[in-house]
């Protein structure tokens, strides 16, 4: 007859049915797994998530503004977030956003040149602007500013594209917004999804309008480059309370941030979105 040892502790024998089983030193396995296929093998198949590759792919980014300061105003920490995600973000104003305001009253404020002092700050890949008559898009063409709008999409093939929300109370916008919906309509495949932003001072002052975003992004990190962008514009940056003050506008992304229990963020409406 065979008596097994008897031992005590994590390594001790286990009888079940008669027989002597020795726990499995799960140590000893590994080290000896590692010496014959090296570590590299012991995550290969595992990378997150659940084997798939974590690897962000970059995207192409149009944002389409009606004035010079808009495309800050409406989303400017996204962009610069998205930009430092690696995406390539290209800005398109309409307006030259001079004429009714300053110029008409022999004013040259040099808005063009704060323009592109903005989007130096912000990091854009490329900024132009169309130089349209500044609050008289309605003046113009439908047709001409839709196919200007296609000929930019067919030019840089963007993924997604930021522009004003529906709603808004300056009609520049408006036109703005129906030109963007018309040009990125289903049938340019390589357009993803559409966003509408809001634009402080003039978005929300409509009843009969409102601005109900489905979409926030968490700018902590971005909000600083946005004011800095911001504050390029000497002729639109206000003092507080003003919706166009640097302080205001701190205020109003820790608005949108507290909504979702967060410090900062930017607020958007989905106007469409093309799953693959």
């Not at 495309?71 to 920490?77: D, T």
């Not at 009253?105 to 912000?122: P, S």
């Not at 992004?217 to 640097?246: G, Q, W």
Request: hydrophobic share 30%; with cysteine; charged share 25%.
């Amino acid at each position: 007859m065979i008596h097994s040892r008897h031992r005590t502790g994590r390594h001790a024998s286990r009888h079940r049915h008669g027989l002597t089983l020795i726990p499995v030193d799960r140590t000893a396995r590994r080290e000896t797994f590692m010496h014959r296929h090296g570590t590299e093998n012991l995550h290969h198949k595992l990378d997150p998530p659940f084997g798939r590759s974590s690897r962000r792919t970059t995207s192409k980014v149009l944002i389409v503004a009606a004035h010079p300061d808009d495309e800050i105003l409406g989303g400017g920490a996204t962009y610069a977030k998205r930009l430092a995600r690696g995406d390539s973000v290209h800005a398109v104003v309409m307006c030259e956003g001079e004429s009714v305001r300053y110029t008409s009253q022999g004013r040259n404020v040099g808005q063009q040149e704060h323009a592109k002092n903005a989007a130096k700050t912000l990091g854009f890949t490329s900024f132009r602007c169309l130089k349209m008559p500044d609050q008289r898009l309605d003046a113009c063409s439908q047709i001409d500013l839709n196919t200007r709008l296609e000929a930019i999409l067919d030019e840089l093939r963007p993924a997604v594209v930021y522009t004003h929300c529906p709603g808004d109370i300056n009609r520049d916008h408006q036109v703005t917004h129906e030109s963007v919906m018309v040009a990125t309509r289903p049938g340019r495949s390589f357009i993803r999804e559409v966003f509408g932003f809001e634009t402080p001072s003039t978005t929300g002052l409509w009843n009969t309008h409102s601005f109900t975003p489905d979409t926030f992004e968490i700018i902590d990190e971005t909000l600083e480059k946005k004011l800095a962008a911001m504050a390029c514009y000497e002729t639109e940056t206000n003092t507080f309370p003003h919706p166009r003050s640097v302080e205001s506008l701190r205020h109003r992304a820790y608005y949108w941030g507290n909504m979702i229990q967060r410090v900062a963020a930017e607020p958007f409406m989905t106007l469409r979105r093309i799953h693959q």
